[in-house]
């Protein structure tokens, strides 16, 4: 039985299509193998009926559960609806691990459809999977509409009221579900949700016995790692794609500067990039180039070995395919240049020909939710990076904490504690802490900020040379290089050692 469970007020019809494309994007294999075999109008009609069917089941199987607004003081009593998806196809009661996904600052579903590692690995663990939105985001928002009217209503975004979310939830599950009460509970996550994954361990041992934390950047934050090294990394993927590639780019600011200097020179950037709305002044310029610095990382994150769709709709190895537009060499000309980054940038922003211009105020899916992550970056969420120009591709800005902390304040009339994430956490005396893998790929621009060595016997690193942002917990594909494969049947290793650990000492534990 697949079942969704949902705490949060939403849109029926929007919330349903979501949840069934996750569902199905789970077993699309397997659909695609019935379809290949279904040549009639009668069996297509019949396969059409059975998949309603299933969708009808679904339908039925909505719940709802509260949560409390502020699990760390008493004045506030509130609660609110928070959604998670459930599917226990494969799990083997009573006690069946249960394989938790801690969510990132998005919609559930869409990060549901992204992890197929989940799903391919729930039958061999006999294993439930849950997927908890986080709060704040896709729809999950404790206070509605009013959720984003102003920082006295955004105060409960945190990480901390986060993994209590978690917590509660799995105590719930437990208490409820028929053979969930000694179910052992692995966290799982990528990115944000992958630090969250390995702070869920860490503050709530009693609840999951271990946590894989991918591409987790838990030591980006300041004095844990030198503020340049993330977009290093960035040029590095861009320095091996291909020839004259990061140094044409970083050649392609000043070349910025010289065209937008003049009003005919703004008009030819605005057609030659396809831009929606015309470039018109100097600050019209600084978001274009902070728009084509976001693709450039965003590249990086997603270079993956095949075609895929999950910031954008791009080939495979994307950053090569860049880089062919990319090869000049040194006399080239200013809009020559330029011509190329267009092209570039059409790879990332409009690989499929589907679009009729470019927008420079977004970057990525929109299932990703930019304003809650701009207030936890401008309170807890404190990441120093810098660029010199020099050893990266950019152009070259200081960390400057001050200014940064002045423009929190004027968008939320807050200020960040720099510090806050290290001492709640830690920072990097984790040691006394056990059962966490922290994975990453050598191409992912956030390894930078995570663990890529090993700290003790149980907090290992699984480091990926050919992996971009997360790989791992992405669906197998034929493309995939061996680095990644290897990792996975590592990770399912440390979770059947961590399961069967788990039983046994509930099997020894005293009943009376």
Known sequence: MVA???RVGFSYETSLIGFVMCILSGFRLYLMVLF??????SCQVQMLVIILFVIVIILFAFFLKLSQIDHFGFLEDGTFKQRYLLSDKYWQQPGGPILFYTGNEGDITWFCNNTGFMWEIAEELGAMLVFAEHRYYGESLPFGQDSYSDSKHLNYLTSEQALADFAVLIQNLKGTLPGAQHSP???????????????FRMKYPHVVVGALASSAPIWQFPGMVPCGDFYKTVTQDFAKSGINCDANIRKSWKAVNNVSSSASGLQWLSEEFSLCAPLKNKNDVLTFKSWLQETWVNLAMVDYPYEANFLQPLPRWPIQVVCKYLSFDSTVSDYQLLQGVAQAAKVYYNYTGSSPCLNTSQTATSSLGYLGWFYQACTEMVMPMCTDGVQDMFEPEEWNFQAFSDECKAMFGIRPRADWAGTVYGGKEISSHSNIIFSNGGLDPWSSGGVTSNISHSLVSIMIPDGAHHLDLRYSNDLDPPSVRAARALEVKYFQEWIKKAKKTHRAAPTG
């Open 185 to 199: 509970v692995i966290a799982v996550g990528g990115s944000y949700g992958g630090m969250l994954s390995a702070w």
């Open 4 to 6: 969704l469970l949902t």
């Open 36 to 41: 290949s075999r279904c040549f009639s109008h």
